[in-house]
């Protein structure tokens, strides 16, 4: 776009310490940095987002209301599952009970004054990746404190979560069966964490439930769907769906099969889809208990089949025009994942070991070691080697006479190695493809500096050179 010649944008990445080829991917700081040199502006733009797949919801003119979708959270033992199961297991619609209860990580529920969304996803990570994936489902977190216990180390952090990802809180104090519920004491703990419940003046809802007895769960079920109103929840039936992926499986008939969490529009059978870095089309549409479905609306959950891989809790599936469009954009996406993926794993250098040393992320250091003469290199290794402690072992994966060669620099791209050149000065291809690979090779005309190096790097002491 900038209308170089290639060997001009080659020539100034030189310039700027960067031995690059024409098929080189730049990062975005980078390409920021060269298109300012050509007196250009660069802008990272989302991926494929808006002009391919045309959506944009707060636009749309048909905006509904739409049910709350729900997480339960809390402390190990408080509860959660069990309240989790009573409502399961008291909202099968009669005449519906024949079907069989599925486990799909979420499951929707109809109370008297609306509908209600729940993830059952187990533990907090899926939750976690689908926070890193920059998708929020939840509109509501049921924090759930048992009545006999008190506010415990992930009861707190559910309150930090939902503070920070600013997703409000609906207090369940269960277990109210137990003669020892000690409510009050809860709610006192509670706003000592800032929880401020309405029975305290606070505008956070507190309900006293149990799942053994189903004390206070209607009230419950109420407070939630109620709160679509409070929220003003609202999503376009008519759009093209969108949703996440709540969880996901290989299954060895079916093939990858997917809960998804429509979040807007409606997801229909024959849908075509992308869906992270896959494609697909919607062959099939499963609710909880294991019902065909034709369609799923706005915070449905649904077990849909028709992926060409398994996706990842927390993906994005959007629906396309086409296969074709959806094909492509998975390929471009995997690709760029391949590229992301590879970056990452080959950047290996003395001075990122040292971070991983200190973070104590790393436990090894690989190393291939290359003088000018045979005395030298057995020297060299025969110290390095002593160097490893109890936090990191140092292994000589290769000692050698002569110039680095093609084949040093793929094992130590593969085995994560970083190369000592001693009393060696490493050609001009020979660079080109270190920096090709992510390899670093460092060059020293001392022994007692590459000791020096290598044994401030395993003991996380190493000072980043420039
Ligand atoms: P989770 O780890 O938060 O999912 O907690 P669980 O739902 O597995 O419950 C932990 C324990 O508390 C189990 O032994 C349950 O039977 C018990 N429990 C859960 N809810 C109630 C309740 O409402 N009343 C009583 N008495 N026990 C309960």
Known sequence: MMDQMPARVIAKCMEMGMMVTI???????????????????????????EEVLGVDDSQAEDLEPRHPVVTVMG???????????????THVVSGESGGITQHIGAYEVTTSVGKVTFLDTPGHEAFSAMRARGSQVTDVIVLVVAADSMVMPQ?????????????????????????????????AQLA????????????????????????????????????????????????????????????????????????????????????????????AMFDDRGKQMKSAGPSAPCQVLGFDGTPQAGDELTVVEDEKTAREIASKRRMAARERDLRARKSISLESTYEGVKNGTISELNLIIKADVGGSSEAIAASLEKLSNSEVKVNIIRKGVGAITDSDILLASTSQAVIIA?????????????????????????????????????EGLLKPTT
């Open 192 to 283: 000592e964490r800032g929880v401020e419940v309405e029975q305290w003046g606070g505008n956070v809802s507190c309900i006293e439930v149990s799942a053994r007895t189903g004390e206070g769960m209607q009230q419950l079920l109420e407070t939630l769907a109620l709160e679509a109103e409070v929220l003003e929840l609202k999503a376009s039936k008519s759009a093209h769906a969108r949703g996440a992926v709540v969880e996901s499986k290989l299954d060895a008939g079916k093939g990858s099969m997917a809960t998804i969490l429509v979040q807007n529009g409606t997801l229909h059978i024959g849908d075509p889809f992308v869906c992270g870095v896959y494609a697909g089309r919607v062959r």
């Open 23 to 49: 098929n080189a991917r730049l990062d975005f700081e980078t390409i920021q940095v060269l298109a300012d040199e050509f007196g250009y502006d660069a802008q990272l733009m989302e991926e494929y987002e």
């Open 75 to 89: 402390h190990v033992d408080h509860g959660k599952t069990s309240l989790l199961d009573w409502i399961r297991k």
């Open 155 to 187: 009861t707190v952090e559910s309150i930090e979560l939902a503070k920070r990802e600013k997703v409000p809180l609906v207090v369940a104090i269960t277990k109210m069966d137990l003669p020892t519920a000690n409510p009050d004491k809860i709610r």
């Open 422 to 458: 001693f009393h060696l000065m490493p050609s001009f291809s020979i660079r080109e493809m270190a920096q090709k690979e992510g390899v670093q090779i460092k060059n020293y005309r001392i022994i007692y500096e590459i000791i020096d190096d290598i044994k401030n790097t395993v």
